[in-house]
C-alpha cells in the first residue's frame, strides 16, 4: 500500500506540475495576444488620425502654410519630426494649434473624428471659410475652440450642444468685408455653465439673448454682439 500512495502521490505531482506548465502557456499566448492586438490598435488609430490631419492639410491648402513641419507624414504622434502644431497623448491626438498661419479653404468634417481632441486654436487665418462642420459636435473632450479673425458663416451648428467639456469658445469676427456667423445664439449654450470661461462672438452677425446661466457665472468672460 505504500507503493501504491506513493505512486499517486507522484502522479498528483506531475499532473500538477503539467497543469502549471499549462497554465504558464496559455498565459504566456495571451499576454503576446493582448500585446499584439495593442499594437494593432494603436497602428490603426495612428492612421486614421494620419489620415485625418493629411485631409486637413490638403483642405486649407497646406503647402502655403508658415508652418508645416512634419504634415503629410503617416503617425501625427511620433517624431522626429514632430509636427508642427500637433500636441499629443499616449498616442492620441490632443491639440491643433495654427494660429496666424496661413490656412485658407474649409474644415474637413473629418476633425470630428479626432474623438480625444481639448484643444483647436486656428486663430488669424482670415482665409479658413465655409460654414462650421456639425461633426466638431461629437469632439466631447474639447476644451478649447478658437476660431477668431477666422472668415466662418452661417449659424452655429445645434450639434455644438454636445461640447459638454468647452471652457473656451472664440470667434470674434474678422474684419469686414469678410464673412460673418449669423442666426441666434443657441439656449443650449447656456448648459455649458458653469464651466465655460469664455464666450467671445464680437463683430458677428448673431442675435439672441445671452442665457441667464451664463451672465451668472461671474468668470465668464463675455463679448458679444451689441
Known amino acids: 500500500s505504500g507503493l501504491i500512495i506513493i505512486s499517486t502521490i507522484k502522479k498528483m505531482t506531475t499532473m500538477r506540475s503539467f497543469r502549471r506548465g499549462g497554465d504558464m502557456i496559455s498565459l504566456f499566448f495571451v499576454v503576446?495576444?493582448?500585446?499584439?492586438?495593442?499594437?494593432?490598435?494603436?497602428?490603426v488609430r495612428a492612421n486614421e488620425q494620419g489620415d485625418i490631419l493629411n485631409e486637413f492639410f490638403v483642405a486649407t491648402n497646406g503647402s502655403s502654410w508658415t508652418a508645416k513641419v512634419g504634415w503629410g507624414g503617416p503617425d501625427p504622434c511620433q517624431g522626429?519630426?514632430?509636427?508642427?502644431?500637433?500636441?499629443?497623448s499616449l498616442g492620441n491626438v490632443t491639440g491643433i494649434s495654427l494660429p496666424n498661419n496661413k490656412l485658407a479653404g474649409t474644415l474637413p468634417s473629418s476633425l470630428g473624428g479626432l474623438g480625444?481632441?481639448?484643444?483647436l486654436y486656428l486663430d488669424s487665418n482670415p482665409g479658413l471659410t465655409?460654414?462650421?462642420?456639425?461633426?466638431?459636435?461629437?469632439?466631447?473632450?474639447?476644451r478649447t475652440l478658437m476660431i477668431n479673425h477666422c472668415s466662418?458663416?452661417?449659424?452655429i451648428?445645434?450639434?455644438?450642444?454636445?461640447?459638454?467639456?468647452?471652457?473656451?469658445?472664440?470667434?470674434?469676427?474678422?474684419?469686414?468685408?469678410?464673412?460673418k456667423l449669423t442666426g441666434t445664439l443657441p439656449s443650449w449654450i447656456g448648459s455649458f455653465s458653469?464651466?465655460?470661461?469664455?464666450?467671445?462672438?464680437?463683430g458677428q452677425n448673431i442675435?439672441?439673448?445671452i442665457p441667464a446661466s451664463i451672465r451668472e457665472v461671474g468668470q465668464t468672460l463675455i463679448y458679444f454682439p451689441s
Open 32 to 43: 503576446v495576444a493582448c500585446v499584439f492586438f495593442l499594437y494593432v490598435d494603436t497602428t
Open 80 to 88: 522626429p519630426p514632430f509636427w508642427s502644431g500637433v500636441s499629443c
Open 116 to 119: 480625444s481632441l481639448i484643444t
Open 130 to 142: 465655409g460654414t462650421l462642420p456639425d461633426s466638431l459636435g461629437q469632439l466631447t473632450q474639447l
Open 152 to 155: 466662418f458663416y452661417g449659424s
Open 157 to 179: 451648428p445645434s450639434t455644438f450642444s454636445g461640447l459638454t467639456s468647452l471652457w473656451v469658445f472664440q470667434a470674434i469676427a474678422a474684419p469686414a468685408p469678410r464673412p
Open 194 to 202: 458653469p464651466y465655460l470661461q469664455s464666450l467671445w462672438l464680437d
Open 207 to 209: 442675435n439672441g439673448t
